[in-house]
């Protein structure tokens, strides 16, 4: 999509030539923090303020879904857009937010999940097992939630330190979550596909980056042991 | 179907629509608005009487009728044709009737407002996405129409077409449907006293979005099989192919008919969210129209013929 190559182009530059420094530069990390905090509950809040100003339209249940879902997706592919915004502006600091947005993830994801089973069904689990059985978008959106719980749930600075290696291993999960999540709003649009595609192809890009970086990683590994073949190595070098 | 006695009634005697705006106050701060938005509007359209369809039911708000519409030739979201439809220009209009009849004819939209004497009908209307509303239309029944046709004995099914044209219609510009919307029924179905051709909500001529001037109103059925704006009506040999069963024939079938045993693939049809309601409700066959149109049906594999 456009409007992240052209970011991701400033990010570039930014590296290499000197800026005029942002005016946040000035604030100190913990304040930082707090403020990116309040703009992250902005969407709930934009709900409330909806919801009180008779804004939320004929089917407000519905709105307050998709917001929610959306804003699920959102947050999902601006957590997995912190190690590329790391890696092209070299600045560790990036990686401070990111287990606050991961987890705005995670809080989304379970308010919308919450107006499913609230709202959408009203707990009538009979029916709500044959959705999750029969409807492979609320299949793959179930699932994609499950794999996100016990991220959130090791998002604590004990579980990095208790499970090591591991931990970076587990919270690959955010992947097919990601994939899964974006398949799950694919399925559900009647015909016009727009918008879902545009969550794909914001998650391509940056699982894509992910892909080709693993790649230049393994080829001078290979060549450095002969366990490829030179052609392979050669190849992965051109692309 | 019930008979009525209700006399005619002209313009003036017309309930007040406070009477429907039950449960919104919607239009009250703005009466200067609403008075001056109707006039010219209800000048337009002829007498017309009321009659017990729906008379049970509590129709939706005109705000929900109005903002919450699926017309893709204005956009593909709910809100999209309110905000967009204001292109439209539903006069001067011509539908014109056509293929295998011994009159056909390019009725002037007026003239056949004044042709056929209007009613009012409150019907449910339910969505193939699962939500529902109660609309009180003013029409007349399409079998007038069709009568005044004189269909021959090749006319099988009946055509419905929508407009075509970019200007009017900017959502016509992305090919989400194969442009222009075709719409279909069997000609006993179209010939079935429920069917509408509906030029009028709440005693008001047709808004845009809800597809003015003219649109086709088959309550047992779900809404997309409904066309709007509708400038050709054609009688065929063959079974039309329809806008949404050539978008996606496994999920909209030719029939449609509101059916709450057979879900659409991606979601079940058990239930529905009648607009306004918290709780959703069960979905009744046929829309609850059973007793009229059943009948139509006996006797075919409603799973198949979905």
New interface residues.
Partial sequence: MRPVETGVMAAKDMAFRPVAAPFWSRLSPRTLKVLLFVVCLVPLARLFVLGFSHGLGANPIEFVTRSLGTWTLSFLLITLAITPLRRFTGQGQWLRYRRMLGLFAFFYGMLHLTTYLWLDQFFDWGDILKDIYKRPFITFGMTAFLLLVPLAVTSNDRSVRALKRNWARLHKLVYPAAILAVLHYYWLVKLDVTQPVIYASVLSLLLGLRVWWWWQKRVPAAKAGNAVAPALASRGRQG | MAADSTPRIVPTEITPESVYEKRREFLKGSLALALFASLPVQAALPAWRKTAWGRDESP?TW??VT??NNF?EFG?S??DPAKNAGSLRPRPWTVSVEGECLKPRAWDIDALTKAFPLEERIYRMRCV?G?SMVIPWLGFPLAELIKQAQPTGKAKYVEFVTLKDTKQMPGQR?P??DWPYVEGLRLDEAMHPLTLLSVGIYGKELPKQNGAPIRLVVPWKYGFKSAKSIVTIRFVEKQPTTAWNA??ANEYGFYSNVNPEV?HP???Q??E?R??E???RKTEMYNGYGDQVAQLYAGMDLKKYF
């Fill in positions: 939706n705000e929900e903002t919450y893709y593909t709910k809100e996405e939500w992305w989400v449907l978008a996606a879900d991606r979601w079940s058990a239930r969210r607009i306004g918290f709780f959703k």
